[in-house]
């Protein structure tokens, strides 16, 4: 596995490849392990509060943590899901789709600040 720190010059995608350096090649496998989670946990029903994001980034390092085995989370990773919390609660909307449209967002706008912080090249696909 890469060094993740060593791994600047690698291009950095929104949707598929940002924590590839951590082993996890298809964030879409985060989106959906976070959505059955959620689901499961109780928490299925989408609401647009920071106590409902919150669980969201809550399982989301969760699950980075047991697919990457990377303990503990990363300050960057931490920092881009406090930032992605925010900016996804001021685009998606109160009758917005969990598992199809709020945590593919969510994850968009986490690996938009995680590539960003690492100060790599953005790929937006």
Request: hydrophobic residues 40%.
């Amino acid at each position: 596995m890469t060094d993740p720190l060593q791994a600047d010059a690698v291009p950095c995608s929104t949707t598929i490849t940002a924590l590839a350096e951590y082993g996890l090649s298809d964030g879409n496998e985060l989106v959906r392990r976070t959505y059955d989670d959620l689901e499961e946990d109780g928490f299925g029903a989408f609401e647009p509060t920071a106590a409902y994001f919150d669980r969201v980034a809550a399982t989301f390092r969760a699950l980075f943590v047991e697919l990457t085995g990377t303990t503990p989370v990363p300050t960057v990773v931490d920092a881009a899901l406090d930032d992605a919390q925010y900016a996804t609660l001021q685009v998606v909307d109160t009758g917005s789709d969990l598992e199809t449209e709020v945590l593919p967002e969510f994850y968009k706008q986490f690996a938009g600040y995680y590539c960003t912080y690492r100060g790599r090249l953005l790929v937006v696909d």
